[in-house]
């Protein structure tokens, strides 16, 4: 028995692997959006799915033309919510944006904001927040005149940077391709 103990402990040490799983990616392929009374459109992924948003903090939106775009696969969305430039100060929209980016310094490492301009009358911010933040990506596009929309992606998940990085910069594209297709009707 004692000769069974001291062969036990002779055998190598293979350190325990740590990593992620692979996490299979659809391929690129986007259709468009645009429901004769939304005021918008844009190109999204085929393998998302839009619903519209009913709820505000467990109240009804201001404004009926909020959606979603749910990406069930990775457990994220993109939370789209429109304003009337008619009902708010465009001065005030913009202000909102940036401190809703904002309030993520607490944890974040870095903010960055890129100036987007995808097409006539469409302009505005896009936003990439560094570190285990809840929305490390953020935009708005607006005409400055009328119309004023923002979006956010979110993951279904406890933030970590390393973990969810192959899905966010995956999504990411889809958010940018989503802004380089959006026009104002």
């Known amino acids: 028995m004692i000769i069974l103990l001291f062969a036990a402990c002779n055998s190598p040490y293979?350190?325990?692997q740590e990593g992620y799983f692979e996490i299979p990616?659809?391929?690129k392929k986007y259709?468009?959006?645009?429901?004769?009374?939304?005021?918008y459109t844009f190109e999204y992924p085929a393998y998302a799915r839009i619903i519209k948003d009913t709820t505000f903090f467990d109240s009804i939106p201001k404004d009926s033309f909020w959606i979603n775009i749910d990406f069930p696969q990775f457990d994220a969305r993109i939370y789209m919510s429109y304003k009337n430039?008619?009902?708010y100060k465009l001065e005030q929209l913009v202000d909102d944006a940036y401190k809703m980016t904002g309030k993520h310094?607490?944890?974040a490492s870095g903010i960055e904001d890129s100036l987007i301009h995808p097409a006539e009358n469409v302009a505005g911010i896009f936003f990439k927040v560094e570190g285990d933040v809840a929305t490390a990506n953020q935009f708005f596009v607006?005409?400055?005149t009328h119309n004023f929309l923002r979006g956010a992606?979110?993951?279904?998940?406890?933030?970590?940077?390393d973990?969810?990085?192959?899905?966010?910069?995956?999504l990411v594209k889809d958010m940018k391709h989503l802004i380089n297709t959006f026009r104002w009707k």
């Open 142 to 144: 607006t005409d400055s």
């Open 14 to 16: 293979i350190p325990k």
């Open 25 to 27: 990616l659809p391929e």
């Open 85 to 87: 430039i008619g009902k």
């Open 153 to 161: 992606l979110y993951f279904d998940a406890t933030p970590n940077e």
């Open 31 to 39: 259709v468009q959006f645009d429901k004769a009374s939304y005021p």
């Open 163 to 170: 973990s969810l990085r192959p899905v966010h910069d995956f």
């Open 105 to 107: 310094t607490v944890k």
